[in-house]
């Protein structure tokens, strides 16, 4: 049996929790043992007494909380200062993210822990329930959308009225992964009209699935696992020409595109942002690293000429629990990967999961994007 340690999320706006108190009842009737530190719940809406009753341990701080602990789960991980107590060995899980926390990396080689990134869970079909970029990407997509229609000075729907016809809004999506779906979902549900890009030539079918319009600038960059590949350069003046078309016409734009463990690829450029009219709105969702647009602004919403660009950051955040009950399910499919029959920590690290997503073993760094050198 194992004792697993949640604590308060640090990072600032963060108000999910790593597991709802559903989850830890399951994981206490396996036989485990649930520490959490007091009001690790309180923001995304579970309180101190649901825990109390899912037959948790509430304690005060992030350093009691850890004690004696087997187990650490995360959504982002804690401060140098939080980790350095903790005793050696112990199973880190959450998304490690090591491009946005510098100390992670040496914390984890000093304390000679086993971490496995929830962000680095390879993205097969039997690994989906696990897969927390597509979870929590569809809360971001659900939000980005609701962020545009605030923002926009007009309405999505088209309406018609004693004082006249309103047209409805014209939106455009860049990037058709899970968050980029859910944004079209959502634009239409409130009534815009929706086109969409992506360099995956795959996507449109489930575009137009959604009664969006695929647009098609004759450039294909997917590879193998469903990623989208860097282009070259002539693949990207023959993608912003198209889009640039697309874009001056757009009332609101939404951005979404992303490749794993590098920084956002720039698509919107000045000269395109420059080109929409007054009054269009773009909404940035890859702003965290780095930005689809080459005007965003890390967490800031500013205006140019007129556009609004809004670099928004940790969208899950804003509707934290169901953000948090679904990172919870990802963690405890996981969870069983991890544990044996005897509920004791023993992954089988020949698994294709396990394998494709530890990060650190033994005081080294193995993970293939951030492996140490022999």
């Known amino acids: 049996m194992a004792t697993i340690a949640i604590l308060k999320e640090h990072g600032s706006g963060e108000r999910r929790v790593a597991l709802d108190p559903p989850s830890c009842r399951k994981l206490i009737d396996q036989g485990h043992t649930l520490q959490v530190q007091r009001d690790a719940g309180a923001e995304a809406g579970f309180s101190n007494q649901a825990y109390a009753d899912a037959g948790a341990k509430l304690l005060d701080d992030a350093q009691s909380t850890m004690q004696g602990c087997d187990v650490l789960l995360w959504i982002n991980p804690p401060t140098h200062e939080t ?113 969409a890009y992506d360099i995956r030539a795959a996507a449109r079918e489930q575009v137009q699935s959604l009664g969006a319009r695929m647009i098609d600038t004759g450039v294909d ?104 009950e679904m990172y919870a399910r990802n963690l405890l499919e996981l969870l069983k990967l991890v544990f044996d029959e005897q509920a004791q920590v023993a992954p089988d690290f020949d698994d294709e999961v396990i394998a494709g997503c530890v990060l650190s073993r033994d005081g080294r760094i193995v993970h293939k994007l951030y492996a140490d050198k022999e």
Do not use: W
Request: net charge negative.
């Open 83 to 195: 980790l350095k107590p903790l005793e050696s060995g112990r199973t880190l899980i959450g998304q490690m993210l090591p491009g946005l926390h510098d100390h992670l990396l040496d914390d984890l080689r000093q304390g000679q822990h086993l971490a496995l990134g929830m962000e680095l869970v390879p993205r097969i079909t039997r690994a989906q329930s696990m897969d927390v970029l597509s979870s929590q990407a569809t809360i971001a997509g659900y939000q980005a959308a609701l962020i545009a229609a605030d923002l926009c000075p007009r309405v999505f729907p088209m309406l018609t009225t004693a004082a006249g016809t309103l047209r409805p809004a014209k939106v455009v999506i860049i990037g058709a992964g899970v968050a980029g779906l859910q944004a079209i979902a959502t634009c239409r549900r409130l009534g815009a009209q929706v086109e």
């Open 221 to 324: 960059a997917e590879t193998e696992g469903g990623y989208a590949r860097d282009l070259t350069e002539a693949e990207r003046q023959q993608q912003a020409d198209v889009l640039a078309e697309h874009l001056a016409k757009a009332d609101v734009v939404i951005s979404t595109a992303a490749i794993p463990g590098r920084p956002a690829p720039k698509i919107i450029t000045k000269a395109m942002v420059e080109g929409m009219q007054s009054g269009a709105v773009i909404v940035d969702l890859a702003a965290e690293t780095g930005g689809n647009c080459e005007l965003t602004q890390r967490g800031e919403t500013i205006n140019v000429n007129g556009v609004i660009v809004a670099g928004v950051v940790n969208m899950p955040s804003r509707a934290p629990l169901h953000a948090s």
